[in-house]
């Protein structure tokens, strides 16, 4: 008897049973998937001991999220299915190979970065993304294979498993867990408090899940922010001056005190610059009392003799704001500063400030000053020079390439060699050179490289580290071979720069542009430290200085003392998101101001005594450390604050009211033709 139809609740019914053998498969897969990712991947990548517990809680984690989205996709799945069985299977199939495929790609991109992958995969072009994957060997051929491996062992363990009939009882228990993971949410993502150990056991597909969909929604907030209104007075979230203008509602009296020139001598003179920006140089590698040890002795000791802030922040997770902050005070928003290309709002920095009173400016960077959009940036500065990969010159050399044949561009000893080369020739006006280095940047590789990491196996052998900590850090020692390298240049400089006659009326500015993401992270505050030093041949006393500042607040304090040293008057009405410098000895926090992620995601803002990141809120101790805490008003105070800042920087940014026209001091034609 053919062509007997089948009633569309029986079809339903049969539809179901097949569904959960579906889903079941998959979920084997991504079982099998957190298992690879624990054996074989973390091994790979080095992961560091005695966090496989954690990793294999993942488990649970991976089963919500497969749940989850099986609870999404079933209601889709019967109704296809009454159209026919073959177009519902192949929609599974379909759904399922994509997130197989996604999740082992973000494990992988995981335990080379050591950061789970958010809405910052947003905020940077195709170009850009090539560009660091090539740089990390990430697209090498073995890593491509188990991209293949896994597609074809869902298929193949669909395939057997779609023909078994399970006792009714298990469709029984199926359904109602299918409906609890339907009405709940959060659970593939573990708790953001517990630093590595709930980054390892997360659902990584999931965590991006939940992170796109926070990104959709703040830029609907964003947009509305963007037409707003903002009334004069709300700026006050950040330093508590007096506003000005209901236009431009970051503006505000100028009231930065000078806290730096008593450090210095009584000398008047325009003094030259020099910024030096070091790619990832954190705390938890470099400086006194640093948490795995100081693998930066040259550094330790310059430090000794100036001003060392033990506890500074950077602004930013990426290098995507170290030159919008630390040059300018500038207003954090979505992709960054410098990402809004042409569309820049006016502003000023401490370049333009400079360049309005006869100083010469220069930018160094081994790499292609395009990445980040820093040379749109700086052009807006009006720089006189800027040195990328692309206009080295033949006699210098750049970094190994990886196995591939990349290479990043040129290397630290070459980019500070350039430094000085320019300062020759540039001595006859004051200067500002800005220098940002490269080489501790994955892949990692360095000249002369087996020597370094003979120097990074020595110091850890015979430092006073515990043998756990000892054992932890030994798994990084390619990394450090790079800070030691860095280290090494940073020395050479030195002895070269001191030659020059302009020598003693230089200030020396080093920091990092955030901490290496490579090496695991104990806590979310631990991606913001960085050391900061001031060094001059000037200083007349040293100090190291406990209290908490950022890189907001360093061209406030260096405007003041430039004011008090060359007689550069500094700005009435400003725009800046620091307060300055805090120069107390002992441990504080006087500031109230946010910190991102990366270019699509801002959670944490650090606001006196506390600080809240990822939907957490944490005291902070002497040493930047974090407790948490269970307190929902002050957690929803501050989050209040991070809104405020997040929504009139988006008004700001969006309709060029961070500083009006009157203010600029240089290239006024050009910011000033946002505004016809």
């Known amino acids: ?7 569309n609740i029986d079809r339903l019914i049969i ?3 097949r569904y959960l053998n579906n889903v079941l498969a998959l979920l084997i897969v991504f079982w099998l998937i957190r298992l690879f990712d624990v054996f074989v991947i973390a091994r790979a990548f080095h992961f560091p001991s005695g966090y496989t517990g954690s990793h294999l809680l993942g488990l649970l984690y991976d089963s919500y999220f497969v749940l989850k989205v099986a609870a999404i996709f079933f209601l889709p799945y019967l109704l296809l299915s009454l159209l026919r069985k073959q177009i519902a299977q192949g929609f599974f199939i379909t759904v399922a190979l994509v997130l197989v495929v996604a999740n082992l790609l973000l494990a992988v991109y995981f335990a080379s970065t050591k950061v789970m992958l958010g809405s910052d995969l947003f905020g940077y072009s195709i170009a850009e993304i090539k560009e660091t994957l090539q740089s990390s060997g990430s697209m090498s051929v073995v890593n491509v294979i188990p991209v293949v491996v896994f597609p074809i062992l869902f298929l193949v363990i669909r395939h057997y498993l779609v023909k078994v009939r399970f006792p009714n009882i298990c469709y029984y228990f199926f359904y109602p867990i299918l409906g609890v993971a339907f009405l709940t949410n959060g659970y593939s993502v573990a708790n953001a408090s517990s630093g590595l150990s709930s980054s390892l056991a997360s659902n990584k597909l999931g965590y991006l899940s939940i992170k796109t969909y926070d990104y959709i929604v703040d830029l609907g907030v964003m947009e509305n922010a963007k037409k707003g209104v903002i009334e004069v007075g709300t700026g006050d979230v950040l330093v508590g001056d007096a506003y000005v203008s209901k236009d431009y509602p970051l503006l505000r009296k100028n009231s930065t005190r000078d806290v730096l020139s008593p450090f210095f001598d009584t000398t008047k003179v325009k003094p030259n610059i020099v910024f030096i920006l070091v790619e990832s140089l954190g705390r938890a590698y470099s400086g006194d ?5 100081s693998f930066t002795p040259f550094l330790d000791s310059l430090s000794k003799e100036g001003l060392y802030f033990e506890n500074f922040l950077s602004t930013t997770g990426r290098t995507f704001g170290v030159l919008p902050s630390l040059l300018g005070s500038l207003p954090l928003v979505n992709r960054g500063f410098m990402e809004l290309g042409s569309s820049m709002p006016a502003h000023t920095t401490l370049l333009t400030h400079l360049h309005n009173n006869g100083y010469k400016s220069f930018f160094v960077y081994g790499g292609d000053a395009s990445f980040d959009n820093m040379k749109q940036f700086l052009q807006r500065q009006e720089v006189d020079g800027i040195v990328d990969s692309h206009s080295f010159g033949s006699q210098y050399e750049k970094l190994p390439p990886n196995s591939q044949g990349y290479s990043w561009g040129y290397g630290d000893s070459e980019i500070f060699r350039k430094v000085v080369e320019l300062q020759k020739v540039n001595d006859k006006a004051p200067t500002v050179s800005i220098a940002l280095t490269l080489a501790m940047h994955d892949p990692f590789r360095v000249k002369d490289q087996d020597r370094y990491i003979r120097k990074v196996n020595r110091f850890i052998r015979i430092s006073a580290l515990p043998i756990a900590k000892q054992s932890f850090i030994s798994q990084y020692v390619k990394q450090l071979s790079t800070v030691m390298y860095f280290d090494d240049a ?5 002895m070269e720069y001191a030659k020059l006659p302009t020598y003693r009326n230089t200030i020396f500015i ?40 950022t890189h907001f607040d360093v061209t406030p304090s260096l405007v003041e003392l430039l004011n008090t040293k060359a007689g550069i008057a500094p700005p009435k009405l400003v725009s800046w ?43 902070l101790t002497p040493r930047l450390g974090l407790i948490d805490q269970s307190n929902a008003d002050l957690y929803n105070k501050i989050a209040g604050k991070l809104d405020k800042f997040k929504q009139i920087s988006a008004f700001v940014c969006s309709n060029n009211r961070v500083s009006p026209d009157s203010l600029l001091v240089v290239g006024a034609s050009k910011q000033k033709s946002r505004n016809k």
């Open 577 to 619: 998101i620091g307060a300055g410098i805090d120069t107390m000895k002992t441990f504080r926090n006087t500031h109230s101001v946010p910190l991102m992620e990366n270019k699509n995601e801002q959670t944490s803002f650090l606001d006196g005594d506390y600080f809240i990141a990822q939907g957490k809120l944490f005291a």
């Open 510 to 549: 080093i920091t990092g542009d955030h901490r290496m993401p490579e090496i695991p992270m104990a806590t979310s505050i631990d991606r913001f430290r960085v050391p900061l030093l001031i060094y001059s041949p000037m200083l007349k006393r040293s100090a190291s200085i406990a209290s908490v500042s």
């Open 490 to 494: 940073l020395k050479s400089f030195f």
């Open 289 to 293: 009392r640093a948490d795995y040890g």
């Open 1 to 7: 008897m053919a062509g007997k139809k089948i009633p």
């Open 15 to 17: 539809a179901s049973y």
